[in-house]
């Protein structure tokens, strides 16, 4: 644990120091930008942030190939090598987009693209954690694939609307990957608690950490895509590595726990982002418009909308996201009938917090017509 927290720190660091100075680069491009009517800001922001994450990200990566705590890691250059080609070529397509906005199809291709680049480079979902269920065609291993990165890139986008919340949740997913990665690297071996899945998230929470000071409301930079892009292939990359991990493992307590199939746990670690990206498809679609054009109909909108402040709304946010995603990986852990009353209460608490500002309108109009 020692050289994962030592990790943590650096990428925070690096992260935290690098994130003003691309603040200042950044201002040139920036004057000339329009603030968009579904912005929340009312001047231009630098949205070049996401290259401190992955900076911070690459450096931690170097230095962890340092440690011989991660030999066994980094044995397979052809996996670090597949992340770095893919981080790459996410610079490319998401400072091109921060600075030219593309269309939403191009944007598509060049996710599709690093999809593919992740799965010729080894980094394949070849089974699913329920049962022995193995998934023997290379054809099918890669599309699944290419369709995890894809849908993990999206739900992560779709979460960028208020000040933090992107890096806040992606913070709060990277530590939970890493919590029970490590946890289940400890089942796995009983000599080596080196994994890939955490190492990745490890690095992902100090960099996200380290850059959401700047970010948070008032932010004073953005992450762009180049930030959204990094944190969904970080978490799309971890999970597949977990699914390696859960099926050489004969703990029936994790193979058959249906959140740790590896379609299904980036989404329950980013279940509000892909909450928010069903509705968004959905909505679009029945409005006759393309499922990637941008509106201002996202949860966190209705949550503005119902009388919550920024603030408000992304601490809420980040509330329900570390409720869920602690929920499902305690099932594994804590028996149920110590855990559902617990979940209950927590719920309840959320809930009320959430929706009070309804609650309270709906109460002073009562009392109002009564009062007549």
Known sequence: MRSYVLLIAFSFATSFLLTPIIRSLGHRFTRSQMVRERDQHNAPIVKFGGLAIMIAFGAGLWLASHFSFFAGVFENDLTIRGIAIALVMIALLGLWDDVGDLRWYYKAAGQVAIGAVIASHGILIRSLPVGTWRIEEPWAQGALTVFLVVLTMNAINFSDGLDGLAAGLAA????????????????????????????????????????????????????????????????????????????????HRFRNVPAYMPMVLP??????????????????????????????????????????????????????????????????????????????????????????????????????????
Request: charged fraction near 10%.
């Open 267 to 372: 989404m329950v670690i980013v279940f509000l982002p892909v909450l928010d990206l069903s509705l968004s498809v959905v909505r679009r679609l029945l409005n006759k418009r393309s499922p990637f054009s941008p509106d201002s109909k996202h949860i966190h909108h209705r949550m503005l909308s119902q009388g919550h402040s920024v603030r408000k709304s992304v601490v809420l946010l980040y509330i329900w996201a570390a409720l869920v995603a602690a929920t499902v990986v305690s099932v594994a852990f804590i028996p149920l009938l110590i855990l559902v009353p617990i979940i209950v209460i927590l719920v309840v608490g959320a809930a009320l917090l959430t929706w009070w500002p309804l609650v309270s309108v709906r109460y002073a109009n009562l009392r109002a017509r009564l009062a007549k």
């Open 172 to 251: 709060i997913g990277a530590a939970t990957f890493f919590l029970y990665s490590y946890i289940l690297a400890t089942h796995v071996s009983a000599e080596d608690y080196a994994n890939v899945g955490a190492l990745l998230c490890a690095l992902l929470l100090g960099a996200c950490l380290g850059f959401l000071p700047h970010n948070f409301n008032p932010a004073n930079i953005f992450m762009g895509e180049t930030g959204v892009l990094t944190i969904g292939l970080i978490l799309s990359v971890s999970a597949i590595a977990v699914t390696g991990d859960v099926q050489g493992l004969d703990a």
